[in-house]
Nanobody
Framework: QVQLVERGGGLVQPGGSLGLSCVASGSIFSINTMGWYRQPPGKERELVATIISSGRPNYADSVKGRFTISRDSAKNTVFLQMNNLKPEDTALYYC?????????WGQGTRVTVST
């Protein structure tokens, strides 16, 4: 019914920037909350940021001041701009979306921060 596809992952040097996007498609009339999670190697998946339909964001403490989440609700798309990246930001990044009370997940896009 609903599919999420993330794009924008890759290799970046510490201090660099990277932008991610995620578009939801399928039988969608509206999306409530959209968000980004990440799973570092060997670690549990953790919250990065969420954004509600009105545009108010919420961030994990580890990314505050460095990452910015935004959305284009008309296009069912959520973005994550990542600045001043650190090696500890290395992870598989997943987006999700609350559609009619059901949470859907993308397959993830890999971000590697390394010299």
């Amino acid at each position: 019914q609903v599919q999420l596809v993330e794009r924008g992952g890759g290799l970046v040097q510490p201090g660099g920037s990277l932008g991610l996007s995620c578009v939801a498609s399928g039988s969608i009339f509206s999306i409530n909350t959209m968000g980004w999670y990440r799973q570092p190697p060997g670690k549990e998946r953790e919250l990065v940021a969420t954004i509600i339909s009105s545009g108010r964001p919420n961030y994990a403490d580890s990314v505050k001041g460095r990452f910015t989440i935004s959305r284009d609700s008309a296009k069912n798309t959520v973005f994550l701009q990542m600045n001043n990246l650190k090696p500890e930001d290395t992870a598989l990044y997943y987006c999700n979306a609350d559609v009619y009370g059901v949470v859907y997940w993308g397959q993830g896009t890999r971000v590697t921060v390394s010299t």
